[in-house]
């Protein structure tokens, strides 16, 4: 499970790697560390620091070695990855079409983001092209919005190129 949390320790020397230090004793694997020394609190200093961590049991233990070390621990939480692709869609269509395929599409795939670009109408041929980022919480929907699009589009007449 990756994890970040948000720490401040006093400011004084080696107080930054006696924090970190108990990530590796939980068999913790530091990802990035931020360091920033303006944002003071009490005359502590904030640590914004990800790490990947494989028994969530050995939480417990490390907030338990921080605070004995008075670290104080601001916020701490699961991370999660998200899966990118990028779609253009060349076609007759009207904005409202893409709109509602993307509304169908959430009724069954869980979309973290997405982002619609379009073009306007060729004037000869009424031709729009739409260029659609879609941010998903796992590769299963990845894979299912891969699928529902290009049926989708298949059955529209519309050209569909993914991953841009």
Not at 9 to 32: A, F, M, T, W, Y
Not at 54 to 79: M, N, P, Y
Not at 106 to 117: F, P, Q, Y
Request: aromatic share 8%.
């Amino acid at each position: 499970m990756m994890v970040n949390a948000q720490l401040y320790v006093k400011d004084l020397p080696g107080r930054l790697v006696e924090s970190l230090e108990p990530i590796s004793l939980v068999n913790g694997n530091i990802v990035g560390v931020v360091h920033d020394r303006e944002q003071i609190v009490n005359q502590r200093i904030c640590i914004d620091v990800t790490f990947e961590i494989r028994d969530t049991s050995e939480l417990d233990r490390l907030k338990a070695i921080w605070k004995s070390k008075d670290v104080q621990i601001a916020k701490i939480g699961s991370v999660y990855k998200t899966h990118t692709m990028e779609y253009m869609l060349v076609g007759k269509f009207k904005a409202s079409f893409i709109e509602s395929l993307l509304d169908e599409a959430a009724k069954t795939i869980t979309l973290e983001s997405v982002d619609v670009n379009y073009s306007s109408k060729d004037a000869s041929s009424a031709t729009r092209t739409a260029m659609i980022t879609a941010e998903l919480i796992s590769e299963g929907d990845l894979k299912k919005f891969d699928a529902f699009f290009a049926d989708a589009c298949k059955k529209s007449n519309i050209v569909y190129i993914r991953g841009l």
